[in-house]
């Protein structure tokens, strides 16, 4: 999402393939927190819980969610369902200490924008995504890598979808900046580049 290039892409199934292999939890869902061929310990843990840093099973989650909408791999959002089943209980015994876990549980509940840019000379539409905190947004841009998100999409235009059903696309900035912001540019605002 960050470089628009394929290769991350790639990388980001190979990854969660791996940790997938290595740290499932094929009975209970989840993930451990030592892969299945570590030294045999008396229990094989979970890290459930938020501490100074998200609980290892919510982030998983979240990234599992986000490699499905832009991949298309349905497969990836069964896993991140079968991680929140596991975590629910949990978030209604300790939200404060479950507040990623309740974050990727609301973004699983509304569903993952998907905001596709296609073409070369994109740099200003790609500009206004990545100035927006959208967290329930994913973005596929530059390179196209095997998707669904790719498929029928013109050159220099922005499609934004939900689920694969696509708002109509739009050419310039100031269309993109609305139907992500839910409003105008604000006056005196310059989302255009200053090259």
Not at 32 to 40: G, L, M, N
Request: a negative charge.
């Amino acid at each position: 999402e960050a470089t628009g290039e394929a290769r991350w892409i790639a990388a980001a199934r190979e990854t969660a393939d791996t940790m997938l292999d290595w740290f499932w939890d094929p009975v209970e869902g989840g993930l451990y927190t030592t892969a299945e061929d570590a030294e045999q310990l008396v229990v094989r843990q979970k890290d459930m819980y938020d501490n100074a840093t998200p609980s290892a099973n919510s982030v998983a989650a979240n990234g599992l969610m986000r490699l499905a909408a832009l991949t298309g791999d349905l497969r990836y959002a069964n896993f991140a369902d079968r991680i929140l089943q596991l975590l629910a209980p949990i978030v209604g015994q300790a939200p404060g200490g479950t507040s990623n876990a309740l974050l990727a549980m609301f973004l699983r509940q509304r569903g993952l924008l998907e905001l596709v840019i296609v073409g070369d000379e994109v740099d200003e539409l790609v500009r206004v995504a990545q100035v927006l905190w959208r967290p329930d947004l994913v973005m596929a841009w530059g390179e196209p890598y095997d998707s669904p998100l790719w498929e029928g999409r013109n050159p220099g235009h922005a499609y934004l979808c939900r689920d694969h059903v696509c708002e109509r696309p739009v050419t310039e900035p100031e269309e993109l900046y609305e139907l992500l912001a839910g409003r105008p540019v604000p006056e005196g605002m310059n989302i255009r580049s200053t090259k």
